[in-house]
Nanobody, 123 residues
Framework: VQLQASGGGLVQPGGSLRLACTAP?????VGWFRQAPGKDREFAAA????????YYTDSTKGRFTISRDRAKNTVYLQMNYLKPEDTAVYYC????????????????????WGQGTLVTVSS
């Protein structure tokens, strides 16, 4: 499965960006993870494909919104009120399986990963 992630770039603090991830094939869930320089990869948000259930980590809840377009097999991550600590390479990942909510937060739940897109929040 070849994932295509796009939408990264340079933005000032308080600004917005929208990331997109298009995935061919059968999808059970899509997650966004991020890795800041010198840090471990962490979960940012996920969506369960069947019912659109969404999941966030505490640092992204209320600022980020994940959504899906089933006709286009595409997931969007709308990121608002960006902070310098949001600077990271953002990766999308997919799984063909449907899980209970908490499992989508685990990187081990996903089979396929995109190449990453860099988001830099700086003035």
């Amino acid at each position: 499965v070849q994932l295509q992630a796009s939408g990264g770039g340079l933005v000032q603090p308080g600004g917005s960006l929208r990331l997109a991830c298009t995935a061919p094939g059968r999808i059970g869930g899509v997650g966004w993870f991020r890795q800041a320089p010198g840090k471990d990869r962490e979960f940012a948000a996920a969506v369960r494909w069947t019912d659109g259930g969404t999941y966030y980590t505490d640092s992204t809840k209320g600022r980020f919104t994940i959504s899906r377009d089933r006709a286009k097999n595409t997931v969007y991550l709308q990121m608002n009120y960006l902070k310098p600590e949001d600077t990271a390479v953002y990766y999308c990942a997919t799984t063909p399986r449907t899980y209970n909510a908490g499992y989508y937060r685990l990187s081990s739940a996903y089979d396929s990963w995109g190449q990453g897109t860099l988001v830099t929040v700086s003035s």
